[in-house]
């Protein structure tokens, strides 16, 4: 399952903070979240960064990771 934060401008940049559970990547460009976490991990809250031609954003989300694929929740 991707997760597509909600951005209203078009990245040139991503980054996120803290680092994703093992299995989970952001895409640097598009700031997509995509593939299947391999770990237990509580609820935490995550901030994306986004860089675009007019400055810098930041969008907030809560990822719980129950290891098991389809049973995870954002």
Not at 8 to 16: A, L
Request: one cysteine or more.
């Amino acid at each position: 399952t991707n997760i597509t934060p909600p951005l209203s401008v078009t990245p040139n940049s991503c980054t996120i903070s803290p680092s994703l559970p093992t299995g989970l990547s952001i895409s640097s460009s598009t700031c997509v979240i995509s593939g299947t976490p391999t770990v237990q991990s509580p609820t935490k809250s995550y901030t994306i960064t986004v860089n675009y031609s007019g400055g810098s954003g930041t969008v907030s989300l809560n990822i719980t990771s129950t290891g098991t694929a389809g049973t995870n929740s954002y």
